[in-house]
């Protein structure tokens, strides 16, 4: 009678550590399951859209340098003010000549938190030279047409749509959401929300013209 009785205790602690060890398995594997799991949704959730649309956007923003090192590029704009960011930029020459032809280049460059409508050198080129020529020749005409690309506020992309106050003193209207948005129901934003120093940039492919 005893040998059964501790052949049956025995049985019976194999059965336990047999269930204890089965148990620590699949806890194991459980664990194992759950690491690669976790892992793949982090990047996932680390990609909010906020991030994807924090950068420059349009089709003419593949003109722009990307060589950090270029003036001209994203990267060089960011770290200088306004009008010299401009200056680097092969996009926007014929502006730059503007801008320094009215003795803005200081102003723009001292100017703080505001939004410049930069027409690039193909939107200068719609106008006809001879009207284009008179206007570089007429020192206020030329001032009352540059400032009337400057909003005295930094617009981000969610804030650019609506109608603005410029330096000048006239509205700006701007429709369109996303990485799409016209000026004056003309005008095509080509490179937005390009950062310099102490201004947000969007490159436009037409010279916006004042009421008055």
């Not at 010299?84 to 014929?94: D, E, I, Q």
């Not at 803005?104 to 193909?122: E, K």
Request: proline share 6%; charged share 15%.
């Amino acid at each position: 009678m005893k040998r059964r009785l501790f052949a049956t205790v025995g049985v019976i602690a194999v059965l336990a550590l047999s269930a204890c060890g089965g148990t620590d398995s699949e806890d194991t594997a459980s664990g194992a399951s759950a690491a690669p799991s976790m892992s793949a949704s982090a990047p996932m959730a680390s990609a909010s859209p906020s991030m994807m649309m924090s950068g420059q956007f349009g089709p003419g923003c593949a003109a722009v340098p990307t060589d950090a090192s270029n003036p001209g590029s994203f990267e060089a704009m960011a770290k200088v003010p306004v009008a010299t960011a401009a200056s680097g930029n092969p996009l926007l020459s014929t502006l730059v000549t503007a801008v320094k032809k009215a003795n803005l280049v200081d102003s723009l460059n001292g100017a703080q938190g505001v939004t410049v409508f930069a027409p690039t050198n193909d939107a200068f080129a719609k106008i006809p030279k001879a009207d284009l020529d008179k206007v570089l020749a007429d020192d206020a005409m030329l001032k009352k047409i540059l400032t009337y690309h400057v909003v005295p506020t930094q617009l981000s992309p969610d804030t650019l749509a609506g109608t603005h106050k410029t330096l000048q003193g006239d509205d700006v209207t701007v429709t369109g959401n996303g990485t799409s948005f016209t000026v004056n129901g003309t005008s095509m934003v080509v490179c937005g929300n390009v950062s310099t120093a102490n201004a947000t940039v969007y490159i436009v492919d037409t010279v916006l013209m004042p009421k008055s």
